[in-house]
Every structure is written in C-alpha cells, then in structure tokens.
C-alpha cells in the first residue's frame, strides 16, 4: 500500500489529501494532518474524493460518431478527425467560429495549454471555463 | 479571496453572504465556528435559513436579488452614525463623493421594503460590522449569480471600503471559489477577455510579449463568454439564414448540456453546431452529442499545480496510471496542436510551469520543485527566491485607489407573479457536487442524497396540499421538471429550493438566461415557477 500526497478534486478550499494506492487501484483517501487548510480534517466529499476513480462507467478509449451513434477508435483516429474538422472550420468560416471550454477541473498546466490552443493554433480569443457557474 | 483562509479565524466579525458555506467550503465555514469561539460576530445575509444562519447572531433574511438594497441600506446608516474610517477613504479611494451624494437619497425605510429586512435589523448588523477592528466579507454564488451580480459586488466592496476593512490583516473581502481549481483556470486566462496572469488581451504591449514567446501574432478581439457560446439569441436561431457564430466547439471536463440555464436554448445550440469534441473522464450529457469523446484521466492519475480560493497554488502528485486507455488533458492538447501544425514540445507539466512563470508575474516563482517542498505558494509571488502573499492589497489596490461604484438596486429579470407565484433559487447539496459526474458515481455519496429534493415552506404546503416525500411538478415559462417535496421552513414562504446536482430532474430547463450584462454570469438564483401535477403519497 502507498499513499499520495495530493490535493483534493472537489471544491476551492484546497485540502491536501492522501490517496491510499494498492495494486495500482485507489482505495482510500484520508486528510494531511499538517496541511494548512485541511489540519487532518475532511468534509465527506474529501474523505471519499477516490470514490469515483474505478467506476465501471469511466470512460477507457476514445469514440467517434459513426451512422449516428458512438463507437470506439484509436486515439490516432479521434485525434486526426478532431484536428482535421477543426482546421477545416477555420479555414471555412473563420477562427471566430470555434470555441473552446477549458476546465476548473484540470491543472494549471493543461489550461494555460487549452488557452494557447485557442489563442495560438486556432487563433481565437473564444477560450472561457465554468467560473460563473 | 483577498485573505487566507487561517486569517477568517482572527475577525472579529464575518458577514457571510450567499454562501452555503458549512456546505459548499466546509473548511472556511470551520474558521468562522473557531472565530466565534473566539467571541467573533457572525452577521449572514441569505434569503434561506441554512445551517450557518440559524449559528449567526444575525441573520437578514432577504428577498432574493436585493443585495443592493440591503447594502446601501447599511452604508447609509454607517454615514449617519459617523462610523465611516475617514483616513481610509481619504488616502486609499476615490469617487466618495459620488457614492456619499448616492447614499443621501437611500431612505432606509424603502431598503427594509425592498428587502424584507427590517430596519432596525439592517442598522445593527451595519453597526456590528463598522464598529469592529478586524470585520471580513466572504460571499459566494449567491451574490454573483444575478443580473445585477457586478453591482452586488461592487456593492460590498464599498461597504469594506467605507469602513477601512481591507488593507489589513484579518479584514478584506473574500469570494469563495467553488471548483478546485476554478482560481488557476482564470489565472491561466481560460478567459475570453485576458491572457495568463490577467493581462488584458486589448493590451498590444501584453499581445506582443505572448507573439514573442508563442512565436505566433495573437488574436486582438475579446472572445465570447461560454454563455454566448452556448446560447444562440432566439430571434437568430428562427431565421433560417441566420447561422450561430460557433461552428466547432472543443470542450474539456465541462457539462453545459446540464450546467448551463435555459437548457432548451443550449440543446438547440449545440444542434446546430458542425463539429463538437469533448474530453471528459464519464459521457456526460454533453458527451453523449458529442462527435469525438477523448476519455480524460482523473486528478489522482496526472501530476500539475491547482490553485485555490485562498490563491494557494499547489502541487497535485499522480498516484496511478490513467486507467484504461485515457490520457492526461495536456497530452490531449498538445497531440491537437502538433497535427495541426503547432509544435508544443514539453516533456513534463513542470517544464510547461516554467513558461507560465516566465508570462505571469503573478506565477513568477511557482517552479515545480519549490512548490514540491512546501505546501503550496499563493500568489502574486514574483520570483523564485520570493515568499507567496498572505493578503491582498496592503498598500495599495491593483488599479492603484480603489474606486467607489454606487449601485442602484434592479429587480431580478424575472419576478414573480400570480401564473407564477414562487421564487425559485438554485444551489448546491453537502453530498453531491455539481452534474454530479463524480458525486453520483461515489456510492457513499449517492447513498446519502439521491433523490432531487424540492424545499417548500411548511406554509405553501399545508395550501397546495404537499406532503413530504410527494412528488411534485416545477413550472417555469421555459420547461417543467419533477422533483421530490422536502417541507422546511430553512427556505422562506413563497420560496422553493433546489440543486442542480440530478440529470433526471434538470432544473436548469427552468431557469433563466437573463445575466449580468458585465460579467455575463447567468441569474441562475432567482426565477418565478408554479408547482403542478401534486401527486398524491
């Protein structure tokens, strides 16, 4: 068994958290005792913040709209017609035309990627998240 | 938030409004307990009596949407009892003039009509909060999902201003951010008007230092909001030449199609749109329309920085491998970019941490391996060597003095009336979170809330004929929605309840587009609805 220190997935008050990890499955998580925010204290959101990490509906390979109805394909497959489509559409109708939703459930990391994909390679401002929400 | 989340525990008095918060921020609700243990005064401002209400020493039980009445209300009576801090106003603002001259023509009597407050009520809670040292505001959704969200805002921004409360330690004004990471994604310009670090996207000099590191000319035009995304204008979509501006849309970890108000007018959106991708860890509603769904790793299977309310950007460790065949988002983006021609060549999330810090001062010293060794850093922290900030604004504003915005009180865009005679507010459970794509899914969870639960007042009960556990139809001009009775009198008579938690009770097919014509926040706290098909249990 491993722990993770981490920190928690749900809301803004940044919990640090430990993920208890055994044979590559996680299975329990439980507060930092000297986190600041946390100070070994949980809401029950935190306490079961792993509850839906192995749930059987998680999505596992990517899927693509064929007559109508999602079916699975590669990762090269989803990834070219993605890229293709959304080429396409700037080419056509403009860079204004594509939007793109970024997350306040990714990492920093990934939304200064998701910001720079619309603003570099798309060439829109038209780039937003749920922050209102 | 202006302060860290510790500081709340030495107030002296906390004025909590439209938050939830021993539901939705349990840890800061935790420090307001500890701080009135300490003696501090808890003043909380909320049309529902919640759990934090009924611990307040004061509670103003507002008709929903009249923040502003209520605010203007207290600022008047701070004026007329001389309890303003005149050296603050003075030396750190501007505008008083106006704000004061606005503030002569409020007449108290009409704020406690607005508002429902009684008058003697909204002098003592002005009162307590101007009379103490140390006084600290933490508001949430409540106050800005309205049509009049900026000024409610503005409006307690003033209020801390009129009375000194922001430039020290332990005071300030402190919106609570609701996602774990909703601060980092504005941070890092996940906006349509600014880039990392907000730096305004209409700025050339800003553009061109982006140019220089991106090696690509920037977009100059502010982009769309995701409600204009989303929501194609009625008169456009019913004219067949008209087409919606957003062909293609590429969506990450988000749920419009059960998130966003006024669901009729997404669905028909996203009906028109040529090309959707969404990337999410479940087939979310959105999902399931979508043209290609790439399976997303969860937090506990990528490694990245997340930044909190408290402006704490810290450190999230993989635990395990991305299950299945799913992939981390930043791997997803950069695959996007390289095939279409954009080369984003970074080996790990550090190495792309390193060119935030370079672009945003605000995240100048957040390095990856400083942040490993400590609990986090909060930002503006501007190099490596530098310590985070504890609190904002010690000597002076962002724009330098803070600026009074005088407010004037709007009725919500939809009031009630007699085909709709209630006011319905939307919000958040203690065990479930947002869709409820995770939530839902957590069998603890699931097990402790899974019914979409209605609050009406015992009073509208006993006259419609609703018994507890009946279920009940919600009415509203734009859709309808079923839901189960909880008879509480935590909401006020002629007020319902309810969260936005349950795909198959959708409130927001009830809710209105109507926002805030700043910040283009939806009204999703207040529209007028009927209760209908009452059956029988």
Redesign the interface.
């Known amino acids: 068994m491993r722990d993770v220190l981490t920190v928690c997935c749900y809301c803004g008050c940044g919990c640090g958290l430990y993920l208890h990890v055994k044979d590559d499955r996680v299975v329990g998580s439980s507060p930092s005792r000297n986190h600041p925010v946390s100070r070994n204290n949980l809401c029950v959101r935190g306490w079961n913040a792993h509850g839906f990490i192995h749930d059987a509906g998680r999505l596992a390979e990517p899927l693509v709209r064929r007559d109508g109805r999602l079916r699975p394909a590669s990762w090269d497959e989803a990834l070219q017609i993605t890229a293709d489509a959304l080429g396409r559409i700037v080419h056509e109708h403009g860079s204004d035309a594509v939007g793109v939703l970024a997350s306040a459930k990714c990492t920093n990391e990934e939304n200064y990627l998701l910001q720079k994909f619309a603003r570099a390679v798309l060439g829109t401002n038209n780039i937003d998240h749920c922050a209102r929400l | 938030m202006t302060n860290s989340?510790?500081e709340i525990e030495q107030a002296q008095v906390i004025l909590v409004s439209g938050s939830n918060t021993t539901r939705?921020?349990?840890?800061?609700a935790?420090r307001f307990f500890t701080a009135m243990d300490r003696g501090a005064k808890l003043i909380v401002i909320d049309p529902r009596r919640t759990r934090l209400a009924r611990h307040a020493h004061i509670h103003l039980r507002i008709r929903p949407g009249t923040d502003i009445a209520l605010l203007n209300g207290m600022m008047r009576s701070i004026i007329d009892e001389n309890l303003i801090d005149d050296l603050f106003i003075q030396m750190r603002t501007e505008n008083y003039t106006t704000m004061r001259d606005m503030l002569f023509g409020i007449d108290l009597a009409q704020a406690a009509a607005i508002t429902g407050v009684p008058e003697k009520m909204i002098r003592r809670a002005a009162r307590i909060y101007a009379q103490a040292q140390r006084s600290v505001i933490c508001y949430c959704?409540g106050v800005?999902?309205h049509i009049a969200g900026t000024g409610n805002v503005q409006s307690y921004a003033n209020l801390a201003m009129l009375t000194g409360h922001v430039e020290q330690e332990f005071t300030g004004v402190d919106p609570?951010?609701?996602?774990?990471?909703?601060?980092?994604?504005?941070?890092?310009?996940?906006?349509?008007?600014v880039?990392?670090g907000y730096q305004s996207?209409a700025d050339p000099g800003v553009r061109e230092k982006?140019a220089r590191v991106?090696?690509?000319e920037?977009?100059v035009?502010?982009?769309?909001?995701?409600?204009d995304?989303t929501h194609v204008p009625d008169s456009a979509a019913s004219l067949q030449t008209a087409t919606p501006?957003?062909?293609?849309?590429?969506?990450?970890?988000?749920n419009?199609l059960l998130?966003?108000p006024a669901l009729n007018s997404v669905r028909r959106t996203f009906h028109q749109f040529?090309?959707l991708?969404v990337s999410?860890?479940?087939?979310s509603e959105t999902?399931?329309v979508?043209?290609?769904?790439?399976?997303?790793a969860?937090?506990?299977?990528?490694?990245?920085?997340?930044?909190?309310?408290?402006r704490?950007?810290?450190?999230?460790?993989?635990?395990?491998?991305p299950?299945?065949?799913?992939?981390?988002?930043?791997w997803?983006?950069?695959?996007?970019?390289r095939?279409?021609?954009?080369a984003?060549d970074y080996d790990s999330?550090a190495e792309?941490?390193e060119?935030?810090c370079l672009v945003t001062p605000i995240?100048a010293g957040m390095y990856h391996d400083r942040l490993d060794r400590e609990?986090?850093v909060q930002w503006p922290c501007g190099g490596r060597d530098q310590e985070g900030t504890q609190y904002l604004h010690k000597y002076s504003f962002t724009r330098g003095r803070g600026r009074f915005e005088p407010a004037r009180h709007v009725e919500p865009a939809e009031p009630v009336d007699s085909d709709y005679p209630f006011a319905l507010i939307t919000g958040r459970l203690?065990?479930q979170?947002?869709t409820g794509?995770?939530?839902r899914?957590?069998?603890?969870?699931e097990r402790?809330s899974d019914q979409p639960l209605l609050e009406v007042h015992p009073e509208d009960g006993r006259r419609l004929g609703l018994r507890q556990g009946c279920r009940v139809t919600v009415v509203s001009r734009r859709g309808r929605c079923r839901f189960v009775v909880e008879l509480t009198d935590r909401v006020a008579p002629g007020n319902l309840f309810t969260s936005f938690h349950f795909a198959e009770a959708p409130v927001n097919e009830l809710t209105v587009e109507a926002s805030d014509p700043v910040?283009?926040?939806?009204e999703?706290k207040v529209c007028a609805v009927r209760l209908e098909e009452v059956e029988t249990c």
């Open positions: 989340i510790n939705t921020h349990p840890q800061v935790r959704l800005t999902q609570l951010r609701g996602q774990n990471n909703v601060q980092g994604a504005c941070d890092m310009g996940a906006l349509p008007g880039l990392p996207v982006f991106w090696g690509v920037l977009p035009t502010a982009g769309m909001t995701l409600l995304m501006a957003i062909r293609a849309m590429y969506i990450t970890g988000e419009p998130s966003e040529d090309f991708a999410d860890i479940f087939l999902a399931q979508a043209d290609v769904v790439f399976p997303a969860s937090f506990a299977e990528k490694s990245g920085t997340i930044t909190s309310s408290e704490r950007v810290q450190l999230m460790r993989k635990a395990i491998d299950v299945g065949d799913s992939r981390p988002d930043d997803i983006v950069r695959e996007l970019a095939r279409m021609g954009y984003m999330p792309i941490m060119e935030i995240y609990w986090g203690y065990f979170y947002h794509t995770m939530s899914r957590t069998p603890i969870l402790e910040a283009r926040c939806p999703y």
